[in-house]
């Protein structure tokens, strides 16, 4: 039951109609009975420090960040944490009696749900395909939690790049070193769903030089069988889809605004709505 006490979250973006954050944030809320709603709210480019300062006004709990503002609303907070301060990019926001902190959560979520599946990556080798900013959070956390990164990508500088968030223990690969890898981790948009069949059915790398054993997890959840993930199947290698991380980084920011401990499955259930 919605009161005047009722807390508000949100996540903006531009579109953001398609988002699933409504169904898997309103789903978990019930689920543990926390007093929160979520929607979602289109902000159009250029206008992300604008919606922080409306956050601010109307007092809401939690803010979802999404593109195309993950950078332009961070000149609006007091507080950013060290995590989205690396990573140059906020994917939520916090209100706390009007203290407004930007976090990433976007490494962390894919790492819980890869724990969802039953896989650490501590100790692994993971190779990372792509630079921008969800391969950046996932190099960042994988390299922190004890996993030695590869990251293959096609422009030599972007790879630069992203490798460097993870420290000295990622470093810039290419497609020959798919052979050696524990875990391949597609973080482009390459097999998502498209007008272009030949787009839509593409693969960023042929799973089938993967060694025996090898995880495959695609952050793609538009379709949820990729082309990846299907040729991955019939490899026989363990494949993690999409929701994994799409859960997972929502998982986060629900604990934070609500202090409850998020109903993973609840929220996977939603997720697939």
């Known amino acids: 039951m919605i009161t005047g006490a009722t807390q508000l979250a949100a996540v903006i973006g531009w579109p953001v109609e398609h988002s ?39 007092g809401l709990r939690g803010m979802s960040v999404t593109m195309p503002h993950k950078q332009d609303v961070m000149a609006a907070l007091d507080e950013i944490t060290p995590v989205a301060q690396a990573l140059g990019a906020v994917n939520h926001i916090t209100n706390s009696d009007g203290h407004l902190v930007g976090n990433n959560t976007d490494g962390e979520g894919f790492l819980l749900g890869l724990d969802h599946h039953g ?103 538009n379709p949820l069988e990729t082309a990846l993930l299907a040729q991955s199947r019939r490899c026989g290698l363990q494949c993690i889809d999409g929701l994994a991380m799409l859960v997972g980084q929502a998982a986060a920011q629900f604990e934070t605004w609500t202090g409850y401990d998020a109903p993973f499955g609840v929220m996977m259930e939603a997720a697939q709505i």
Do not use: K
């Not at 169904?23 to 019930?30: E, F, P, S, T, V």
């Not at 968030?165 to 482009?188: C, F, I, K, P, Y």
């Open 119 to 221: 896989v650490a990556v501590d100790g692994l080798t993971v190779g990372v395909i792509g630079a921008g900013g969800a391969a950046r959070a996932i190099i960042h956390a994988c390299a922190n939690a004890g996993a030695n990164v590869v990251v293959i990508a096609r422009n030599p500088d972007r790879a630069a790049s992203a490798a460097a968030v993870g420290g000295a223990t990622a470093r810039v690969g290419s497609l020959e070193d798919l052979h050696a890898l524990d875990m391949a981790v597609n973080a482009t948009p390459v097999g998502m769903a498209s007008n272009d069949p030949a787009t839509s059915t593409a693969t960023p790398f042929d799973p089938h030089v993967l060694r025996p054993g090898a995880v495959v997890v695609d952050i793609v959840y």
């Open 20 to 58: 699933r954050s409504p169904a898997i944030h309103n789903a978990a809320a019930q689920a543990v009975g926390a007093d929160l709603v979520y929607t979602a709210l289109g902000v159009a480019p250029g206008a992300g420090v604008d919606a922080v300062a409306a956050m601010r006004t109307l």
